[in-house]
């Protein structure tokens, strides 16, 4: 295995929705273990501390929880990447999926400045492809996917120079998916790999063809790995749950074939809500499978005493 440098980032953000405590994540990560499990695969890890929103201005919530603070972070998020990307592979320790607004427009900017594609790798739930005018929440943590491929009704955020096309996003695990979205990506070339598409054919065979078109173009391919892509008996800690979700085998079976494809350059693992946690147990699952996609083989899994 080709050791590299992880930078882990700290990103408590929580106004993606109304439902508070995904804040607490990044601190759940580091007492789970993350640095040293990915010390122990043989890493160097450098924690760079939590980050924090640029200067903004609350203003009272109309139809959207947030935006202002959301905007702020997607400012500071995508510096950090764009630097992260630059020094190491960038984890980001979230923190609700709002955090990938940031982090996939400083990818996309790292990947512009070499000359090379963004692949987006979306493990959840969710398609997250809403905008601010077609979310029926009002929560911003269900429009990334939407921004970053140049989705209208985004003025306010920072602009998105270069959308990224839908042949280059993978959403693998979908199982909740708003009506408007699902019109919307009727009409994409996104990869949508639903729970029913894994029952009949198996995880490993979308993911091995997604993860062939990055190689073929040269891509950088960015994850984020969203807690409720997992079953909710085996990671509670996440207030979107959604029965029926990925089983702990198939979790790890994509993460280990992300890593032998040698195609990861930045990971977000997001929507981690400690206080809804079991004695810490699903902060651990996702320690466990940043570990997997950065080089632990499944004979290698510690065994675990919840």
Same mark, same amino acid.
């Given at each position: 295995? *080709?050791?590299?440098?992880?930078?882990?980032?700290?990103?408590?953000?929580?106004?993606?929705?109304?439902?508070?405590?995904?804040?607490?994540?990044?601190?759940?990560?580091?007492?789970?273990?993350?640095?040293?499990? +990915?010390?122990?695969? !043989?890493?160097?890890?450098?924690?760079?501390?939590?980050?924090?929103?640029?200067?903004?201005?609350?203003?009272?919530?109309?139809? +959207?929880?947030?935006?202002?603070?959301?905007?702020?972070?997607?400012?500071?998020?995508?510096?950090?990447?764009?630097?992260?990307?630059?020094?190491?592979?960038?984890?980001?320790?979230?923190?609700?999926?709002?955090?990938? +607004? !940031?982090?996939?427009?400083?990818?996309?900017?790292?990947?512009?400045?070499?000359?090379?594609?963004?692949?987006?790798?979306?493990?959840?739930?969710?398609?997250?492809?809403? *905008?601010?005018?077609? *979310?029926?929440?009002?929560?911003?943590?269900?429009?990334p996917l939407g921004y970053i491929t140049g989705r209208p009704d985004f003025d306010a955020f920072p602009p998105i120079?270069?959308?990224?096309?839908?042949?280059?996003?993978?959403?693998?695990?979908?199982?909740?998916?708003?009506?408007?979205?699902?019109?919307?990506?009727?009409?994409?070339?996104?990869?949508?790999?639903?729970?029913?598409?894994?029952?009949?054919?198996?995880?490993?065979?979308?993911?091995?063809?997604?993860?062939?078109?990055?190689?073929?173009?040269?891509?950088?391919?960015?994850?984020?790995?969203?807690?409720?892509?997992?079953?909710?008996?085996?990671?509670?800690?996440?207030?979107?749950?959604?029965?029926?979700?990925?089983?702990?085998?198939?979790?790890?079976?994509?993460?280990?074939?992300?890593?032998?494809? !040698?195609?990861?350059?930045?990971?977000?693992?997001?929507?981690?809500?400690?206080f809804l946690d079991e004695r810490g147990r699903t902060a651990q699952v996702m320690v466990d499978l940043a570990a997997?996609?950065?080089g632990r083989r499944v004979f290698d899994r510690p065994t675990r005493a919840y």
């Amino acid at each position: 295995m *080709t050791s590299q440098t992880c930078i882990l980032y700290g990103a408590p953000v929580d106004c993606g929705k109304r439902r508070r405590g995904c804040l607490m994540g990044p601190d759940a990560y580091r007492t789970a273990g993350l640095r040293e499990a +990915l010390e122990g695969l !043989g890493h160097e890890v450098e924690d760079r501390g939590n980050l924090s929103p640029r200067a903004f201005t609350p203003r009272p919530d109309d139809r +959207l929880h947030a935006p202002q603070e959301t905007i702020a972070w997607t400012q500071s998020l995508a510096d950090a990447a764009t630097t992260g990307l630059r020094d190491g592979l960038p984890v980001f320790m979230g923190g609700d999926h709002a955090l990938a +607004l !940031g982090t996939m427009l400083g990818a996309q900017r790292h990947a512009d400045a070499l000359g090379r594609p963004l692949f987006i790798l979306w493990l959840d739930a969710h398609s997250d492809f809403h *905008t601010p005018a077609t *979310t029926d929440s009002g929560n911003l943590h269900g429009t990334p996917l939407g921004y970053i491929t140049g989705r209208p009704d985004f003025d306010a955020f920072p602009p998105i120079t270069r959308p990224i096309p839908g042949e280059n996003i993978a959403i693998i695990g979908l199982r909740s998916v708003d009506d408007a979205e699902r019109a919307a990506l009727q009409s994409t070339g996104i990869q949508r790999v639903d729970m029913r598409d894994i029952d009949e054919t198996g995880i490993a065979k979308p993911l091995a063809g997604f993860l062939a078109r990055v190689a073929a173009a040269n891509g950088l391919l960015h994850v984020s790995l969203d807690v409720d892509f997992l079953d909710p008996s085996i990671a509670p800690a996440v207030g979107t749950t959604v029965p029926g979700g990925a089983t702990i085998r198939e979790g790890h079976l994509v993460m280990e074939m992300v890593h032998d494809s !040698g195609l990861m350059t930045s990971l977000d693992l997001v929507e981690l809500n400690p206080f809804l946690d079991e004695r810490g147990r699903t902060a651990q699952v996702m320690v466990d499978l940043a570990a997997s996609a950065l080089g632990r083989r499944v004979f290698d899994r510690p065994t675990r005493a919840y």
